[in-house]
């Protein structure tokens, strides 16, 4: 049981600790070529969504070539209440033929007032997660 608490302990606290992505192009409605702008290289933790980005992913399918990339990633199912706690979501990514052609599943947390994602390399180039901004306003 002491073993089961230190790792307990150790977890990190997504609320707390996140690192931001806020890039212009890793909004939904950012469609501008080119699109080589992937996540093969995100290190595994919590990243929030701000400024230019947005301020959460979205929970609609986006369209392909969006976000700075060919296979723009979004969330497949509601984002958590903060009763909730931390909860396991996919994360799909348009094919361009399939709004879900490929997927992963991430953990996602409500920390009252925004959201933070456990997010995890891509394992592949042309596959990015994207942020909410811009949505309806193609560009």
Not at 61 to 77: D, F, M, T
Request: charged share 20%; proline share 3%; net charge neutral.
């Amino acid at each position: 049981m002491l073993y089961l608490t230190a790792i307990l302990l150790l977890e990190v606290d997504g609320c707390k600790n996140y690192k931001v992505l806020s890039e212009a192009d890793r909004a939904q409605g950012y469609t501008k070529w080119p699109h080589h702008r992937h996540d093969d290289s995100v290190v595994t933790g919590w990243y929030r969504f701000l400024g230019a980005a947005g301020d959460h992913m979205p929970d609609k399918c986006v369209l392909a070539y969006s976000c700075g990339i060919i296979h723009p990633g979004w969330l497949n199912g509601e984002h958590p209440t903060v009763a909730e706690g931390v909860v396991t979501r996919e994360v799909c990514f348009n094919s361009g033929t399939d709004c879900c052609g490929w997927s992963r599943y991430i953990d996602v947390k409500n920390c009252a007032s925004y959201y933070v994602y456990k997010l995890k390399s891509t394992n592949g180039w042309w596959f990015r997660y994207c942020g909410n901004a811009g949505a309806g306003k193609l560009h």
